[in-house]
């Protein structure tokens, strides 16, 4: 059975416990016999939205169409870019959007709102193109902020999540007309990339007791045990240690040499702590990982 401390009753995320309230029988929906093999529905499966009626080659005009306002949004700045010009939200709520040259002398600006009878996103009020000159503006990419880079970094990173950083730079280069970002912006856009990938670090934590309990549910011979304190500033319950072992590597271990080899590797990111791990060695001389853990520092308290 899996073990956990005492002072976990407290904390911030619950677990559900099964009493011994007895079932009611509930029919299934309609829809359970409705999806047959011929007439499958999943309602899992979503649609892709339509993109835009706007593409690099074009300037903004009346009539065009986006998906939401954060395509609006996106391919404002990538005309930005384009055309090196800069431009400022001059109103922005959940229907409406208007953007305008930071230029005062320049006339050019965009309105576009919500049709309601469409579900998207409509120009209808443009004046353009720019009438001011771009002349010794340095191709920085100032428009590009992170949430624009990090939807262009999404696909890249769930291809390879270890792209370095000068990696993503030249990818921006490349695509958006030479313009050369910093070194700070790209890393940040980075973060939240991987973010909309695999989830923020509090969510990741929060989420954490629910995948040791999935592993128990996978395996009945799986082993957990995690400790957590109580900060005494905020009251947030803190992770100390996290300690689990698979089943089938439980299972392995007979068959293995009778030594145990222990390794760590400090983990790196907004939070940080060092990953422990044991590992047997078969008569293949393969090497079999036993256990593993997640600690604050490596120590003796920690290794016990």
């Known amino acids: 059975?899996?073990?956990?401390?005492?002072?976990?009753?407290?904390?911030?995320?619950?677990?559900?416990?099964?009493?011994?309230?007895?079932?009611?029988?509930?029919?299934?929906?309609?829809?359970?016999?409705?999806?047959?093999?011929?007439?499958?529905?999943?309602?899992?499966?979503?649609?892709?939205?339509?993109?835009?009626?706007?593409?690099?080659?074009?300037?903004?005009?009346?009539?065009?169409?986006?998906?939401?306002?954060?395509?609006?949004?996106?391919?404002?700045?990538?005309?930005?870019?384009?055309?090196?010009?800069n431009f400022i939200t001059n109103w922005s709520t959940k229907s409406r959007l208007s953007v305008k040259c930071m230029d005062e002398s320049c006339q050019w600006y965009v309105w576009a709102v919500l049709k309601l009878e469409l579900g998207l996103w409509m120009v209808t009020s443009n004046r353009g193109p720019h009438s001011c000159i771009s002349l010794g503006m340095a191709l920085d990419g100032r428009m590009?902020?992170?949430?624009?880079?990090?939807?262009?970094?999404?696909?890249?990173l769930q291809k390879n999540h270890t792209a370095r950083i000068f990696h993503l730079r030249d990818f921006i280069t490349a695509k958006y007309y030479d313009h050369k970002l910093s070194y700070y912006k790209i890393w940040d856009a980075k973060q939240k990339a991987i973010a909309k990938i695999f989830g923020d670090w509090e969510e990741s934590y929060?989420?954490?007791?629910?995948?040791?309990?999935?592993?128990?549910?996978?395996?009945?011979?799986?082993?957990?045990?995690?400790?957590?304190?109580?900060?005494?500033?905020?009251?947030?319950?803190?992770?100390?240690?996290?300690?689990?072992?698979?089943?089938?590597?439980?299972?392995?271990?007979?068959?293995?040499?009778p030594v145990i080899s222990i390794d760590g590797t400090y983990l790196y990111g907004k939070y940080r702590g060092v990953l422990l791990i044991t590992m047997a060695t078969d008569a293949n001389n393969k090497v079999l990982p036993l256990a593993f853990a997640v600690v604050d520092k490596e120590s003796g308290l920690s290794w016990s």
């Open 1 to 85: 059975m899996a073990e956990c401390d005492e002072d976990d009753a407290d904390a911030a995320i619950t677990v559900q416990h099964v009493t011994n309230t007895p079932l009611i029988y509930e029919p299934p929906a309609s829809s359970f016999y409705a999806n047959t093999w011929e007439n499958m529905v999943d309602p899992e499966v979503v649609q892709q939205a339509f993109a835009s009626s706007w593409n690099a080659d074009m300037n903004f005009a009346k009539g065009l169409i986006f998906a939401n306002k954060d395509a609006v949004k996106h391919e404002l700045t990538i005309y930005a870019a384009k055309h090196n010009k």
């Open 206 to 257: 929060q989420r954490l007791r629910k995948l040791l309990v999935a592993y128990l549910d996978q395996e009945i011979g799986t082993r957990y045990w995690y400790h957590t304190i109580r900060s005494e500033v905020s009251g947030d319950t803190i992770l100390r240690y996290v300690f689990w072992a698979f089943a089938p590597c439980n299972e392995g271990f007979k068959h293995c040499k």
């Open 144 to 156: 590009m902020g992170c949430n624009f880079l990090a939807v262009e970094f999404v696909p890249l």
